[in-house]
C-alpha cells in the first residue's frame, strides 16, 4: 500500500479582510438598458455563455465566454451584449479589497478556459449557496470567495490590496493612491497627480 502525507510547515490563520456583498445572475436582454456606473466595491464578472463588451473608464473590451472580467471600486463601467449571442454571466461584489495588474488600469480581462475548472466552479458554487440559503451558506460562500481571489492572484500575478473604509474614498483619491504605489520609485509631483484627475 502506498501512503503519501503532505503536513504544514508552520500554522497561519491569515484571512483576507473581504466581504461578499452580492451574487448575481444576469442574461443580457433587448430590454436591459446599459448605463455607465461605479460603485465602492470590486466586481467580479464571469462569462457562461455569450459574446459582449466591456465598456470600462473609455476603453471597449471584447467579452466572450469562459472570460473574467475584474472591476476595481470607482471605476466608471457597463456591458453591453451582442444581439445575436446574448451574454450570461456571473457578478460577484466583493468590498474590502482591489486589484494591482501592474498596467496603471483599474480593470483587466483574463480569459479562464483553460482554468475553467478553477474559477468558474466557485462563481457557479456561490450562487447555488445563495439562492438556497441552506445551513452556515454565509461561511461557505466567505471561504469559497477567500479561495477564488487566491486562484486569481496565481493565475493574474496580481496583487491585491486592503482598502480602509472603502465607502470613503472616492475616484479621485482612489486614482492617485493607484498612480503613487504603481509610481513609487519615480519622481512625483502635484502637477502630475493633479493632472491624472482632471483637479487644480
Known amino acids: 500500500m502506498g501512503n503519501t502525507r503532505y503536513t504544514f510547515t508552520e500554522e497561519s490563520s491569515d484571512s483576507l479582510p473581504i466581504k461578499l456583498l452580492y451574487v448575481s445572475s444576469s442574461r443580457y436582454g433587448k430590454d436591459w438598458e446599459s448605463l455607465g456606473h461605479t460603485h465602492y466595491f470590486t466586481e467580479l464578472f464571469y462569462v457562461q455563455e455569450g459574446q459582449g463588451t466591456l465598456l470600462a473608464e473609455g476603453?471597449?473590451?471584447?467579452?466572450?465566454?469562459?472570460?473574467?472580467?475584474?472591476?476595481?471600486?470607482q471605476t466608471w463601467h457597463t456591458e453591453t451584449s451582442l444581439d445575436g449571442t446574448p451574454m450570461e454571466y456571473i457578478i460577484l461584489g466583493v468590498e474590502g479589497i482591489?486589484?494591482?495588474?501592474?498596467?496603471?488600469?483599474?480593470y483587466a480581462i483574463f480569459h479562464c478556459r483553460a482554468n475553467k475548472r478553477h474559477l468558474m466552479n466557485y462563481f457557479t458554487a456561490m450562487l447555488q449557496e445563495m439562492e438556497t440559503k441552506g445551513k452556515h451558506y454565509e461561511l461557505v460562500c466567505k471561504n469559497l470567495l477567500e479561495i477564488l481571489i487566491v486562484h486569481?492572484?496565481?493565475?493574474?500575478?496580481?496583487?491585491?490590496d486592503v482598502i480602509a473604509s472603502p465607502r470613503r474614498i472616492n475616484r479621485e483619491c482612489s486614482l492617485v493612491k493607484r498612480y503613487i504605489d504603481a509610481n513609487y520609485a519615480e519622481e512625483l509631483h502635484l502637477d502630475t497627480l493633479a493632472s491624472l484627475v482632471h483637479l487644480n
Do not use: T
Open 98 to 106: 482591489q486589484f494591482s495588474f501592474g498596467n496603471q488600469k483599474e
Open 152 to 160: 486569481l492572484m496565481r493565475y493574474s500575478n496580481a496583487q491585491i
Open 59 to 73: 476603453e471597449a473590451i471584447p467579452l466572450q465566454k469562459d472570460d473574467l472580467a475584474i472591476v476595481n471600486p
